[in-house]
């Protein structure tokens, strides 16, 4: 079995897969199957794949366009690998990346059930750091804990243990293509930890009109998932009220959106509490619906 099964969600991004695919060829540890999960592309991106040298193991896979949620879900079904990496289009891993994350793995994740994976920082193409470092290396914590009581901030590369990713996948809503996928990482964060390291392993190439330049039109777009996401935050998540009191505001804007009725959004919250919060923060929710509406 091949230690780390990396996975990629491609849709028309053939021109960049050629750097991912050089800088994998190049890494220090070559013991990984990458999986391209083709999501409907209609670039060429599977005549560019096939005129590369099988110098890695590569399972190129075409999907009709459906999300980058379902691709990384059909990517961890065919995943051989111990560990999971999801590995986005625009990003370039250091050639050392999965080296260290062997090292990483073996100096805690062995020894502690409780631990789903690593994670490391990024940086930007210019090598400048995103966001925050952990206010502590190389040890356990909780995702929930790190961003929302701790203030880390940006985004982070993880290694996830199958076992443990394969378990919670991704949530699929008829007709909508996006699923937020912090979803998914909260709901791992309920029950399990992750080994933290302030090494920065991966540099992100933001691209205009990618999934984080257009979050808000995406979410409109895909009011289900954004809602469902917003309502599992304020009802499984042990954070402070001002984030919940946010994202309440969230969940009725995009429920609005989903054309959920007021009984079916008040239904949605488990605490009495935060329903009455709710009922008191719905014309907010409900001028940024309006908002949304006349900017989008």
């Known amino acids: 079995m091949v230690k780390f099964s990396i996975i990629t969600a491609t849709y028309n991004r053939g021109d960049l897969l050629k750097d991912i695919y050089k800088a994998l060829i190049e890494q220090t540890l070559q013991d990984f199957e990458w999986i391209i999960i083709d999501d409907g592309s209609s670039d060429g991106t599977k005549e560019i794949v096939s005129r590369w040298e099988k110098r890695i193991s590569i399972k190129y896979i075409w999907q009709t366009n459906q999300g980058k949620?379902?691709?990384?879900?059909?990517?961890?079904?065919?995943?051989?690998?111990?560990?999971?990496?999801?590995?986005?289009?625009?990003?370039?891993?250091?050639?050392?990346?999965?080296?260290?994350?062997?090292?990483?793995?073996?100096?805690?994740?062995?020894?502690?059930?409780?631990?789903?994976?690593?994670?490391v920082l990024c940086s930007d193409a210019s090598g400048k750091l995103i966001g925050t470092k952990f206010l502590q290396d190389k040890t356990c914590g909780n995702l929930l804990d790190l961003y929302y009581r701790q203030n880390v901030k940006g985004d982070k590369w993880m290694?996830?243990?199958?076992?443990?990713?394969?378990?919670?996948p991704f949530p699929v809503i008829e007709g909508e293509k996006f699923m937020p996928e912090a979803i998914v990482w909260n709901r791992i964060s309920l029950k399990y930890k992750i080994f933290c390291v302030n090494d920065s392993l991966l540099r992100i190439r933001y691209q205009a009109g990618g999934l984080s330049s257009s979050s808000k039109k995406i979410r409109i777009k895909n009011p289900k998932g954004a809602s469902l996401y917003y309502k599992e935050f304020v009802n499984l998540m042990s954070v402070s009220f001002g984030w919940k009191l946010r994202n309440i505001i969230n969940y009725s804007r995009f429920s609005f959106h989903a054309k959920n009725?007021?009984?079916?959004?008040?239904?949605?919250?488990?605490?009495?509490i935060m329903k009455i919060i709710l009922v008191l923060t719905l014309p907010l929710g409900f001028c940024f619906y309006l908002r949304d509406k006349s900017t989008v």
């Open 261 to 272: 009725s007021l009984s079916e959004q008040i239904n949605g919250i488990n605490s009495a």
């Open 69 to 119: 949620h379902v691709a990384i879900n059909n990517g961890i079904k065919k995943a051989e690998g111990r560990f999971v990496i999801i590995l986005d289009a625009d990003d370039i891993p250091e050639k050392y990346a999965l080296q260290r994350f062997k090292s990483y793995l073996e100096e805690r994740i062995f020894e502690n059930d409780n631990c789903a994976g690593v994670a």
């Open 159 to 168: 290694c996830w243990r199958k076992n443990v990713i394969e378990d919670f």
